[in-house]
């Protein structure tokens, strides 16, 4: 992973396009001052997003025309006794 350095000036005039920029690639950026790195501004990792179990199964995939009809026929079936 690649690394930005950039100056404290340049850091203060454009700040919010840097943490843009940054957001979008996840390149971490030094800020330097003198030609020495003073800081380093680094994205956050996102969190992960969880199901909840109560809205799981609001709106299924699968549907149902008929939830009390018969699964498959009885020819369907090959039971021997």
């Known amino acids: 992973m690649s690394v930005r350095h950039v100056g404290a000036v340049e850091f ?3 700040c919010m396009t840097i943490i843009e920029r ?4 996840g390149e971490p950026v030094i800020v330097t001052k003198g030609g020495e ?9 996102r969190p992960k997003r969880h199901r ?7 709106a299924p995939d699968y549907g149902f025309d008929d ?3 018969q699964i ?5 079936w090959n039971a021997q006794s």
């Open 12 to 14: 203060e005039a454009t």
């Open 22 to 25: 940054m957001t979008d690639d």
């Open 37 to 45: 790195p003073v800081a380093m501004v680094t994205p956050l990792a």
């Open 52 to 58: 909840s179990m109560i809205g799981a199964l609001k």
């Open 67 to 69: 939830p009390y009809g």
């Open 72 to 76: 498959a026929s009885p020819a369907d």
